[in-house]
C-alpha cells in the first residue's frame, strides 16, 4: 500500500475530522 494514495489521505483526513466531531459532542 502506498501512503502517498490520494485515496488514503482523504481516507484519513476524513477519520481525523468525524473523531473531532465526536469529541466536540461528548
Same mark, same amino acid.
Given at each position: 500500500?502506498?501512503? !502517498?494514495?490520494?485515496?488514503?489521505? !482523504?481516507?484519513? %483526513?476524513?477519520? !481525523? ?8 459532542? %461528548?
Amino acid at each position: 500500500m502506498s501512503s !502517498n494514495s490520494p485515496l488514503m489521505s !482523504n481516507t484519513v %483526513k476524513l477519520i !481525523n475530522s468525524l473523531e473531532n466531531v465526536f469529541r466536540l459532542l %461528548k
